[in-house]
Structures are given as structure tokens and as C-alpha cells.
């Protein structure tokens, strides 16, 4: 029943944010420059709509975790600077692959004859799973909060 109503919630909170597409251009510029450094350039915009799509599915799944947040499981003893490392290099790497999946989406979907709304519906769609990539994040602050409070005990 929270995974149906997580995909309610998520949907329609994303069609909502459709009327903002045009005052994101400025971002949609600088994704599109990244995209084009990576030869996966979509044109600037779809770049607006990926960019608005990524960043609402990452903000909702924060947002969800802390609503409904996960048991504490103390499954980890001891916290080593190396984990904290190992988890911060995890989710960034983590991020830029979801960037990139993203952009070959992008390039994948330029080539259809969509309107400019199904575009970002498909986007947005694609987000559901790339935006996961904050669950990673949440694990890098859970250790280095736990690497602190052990090591200033």
C-alpha cells in the first residue's frame, strides 16, 4: 500500500511541477553543457525537463525517507574513516552513473516524435528508479554522523 501510494504521490506531484519548465532555463543550459562534454547532447530542452524530473524524484525520495524512515539496525559496530569514505564515493559515483543513464534516455528520446509534455512524462517515469541514488546519500550521513559521534565521544 506505501509503494502505491508513493507512486501516487510521486506522479502527480511531478505533473504538477510541469508549469515550471520555463523558469528553470538557466539550469537546463549548464546540464546541457555537462551532456555535451559527455557526447550525450539532447538539446537544451529536454535538458530543462531532465533536469526538473532528476532533481524532483531525488528532493521526493529525501523526503519520503524521512517520513517513513527505515527501522535503525545497528549492523555496523565500528565506523572507520574508510567506510565513511567508501560510502561518500559510493553515492557520488552513484549519481553521475544516474546522470548518465539519464542523458542516454535523453538522446534515446530526442530521436521520437513526442510532444514536449510526454517527454518529460517519460522522464519522469525514467526518475522513479534513477532517484534512488539518495538512498546511498542518506547511508553516507548515517555513517559519517556515526563516524563523529564515536570518534568525539
Known sequence: MKNILFLILYLGGGVGLYRWVDFLRPVGEGLNGFYSWVWLDSGSELAIRQFLSFSYASFFYLVWMAIFPEPAKSYVYTVVGSKVVS??????ALF?????????????????????FHQYFSLLVTCVLLGGWTIYLKDFFLTAANYMGRKYK
Open 96 to 116: 553521475v552513473s544516474c546522470l548518465l543513464i539519464l542523458g542516454l534516455v535523453g538522446v534515446g528520446l530526442v530521436k521520437r516524435p513526442y510532444s514536449a
Open 87 to 92: 560510502s561518500f564515493l559510493r553515492s557520488m
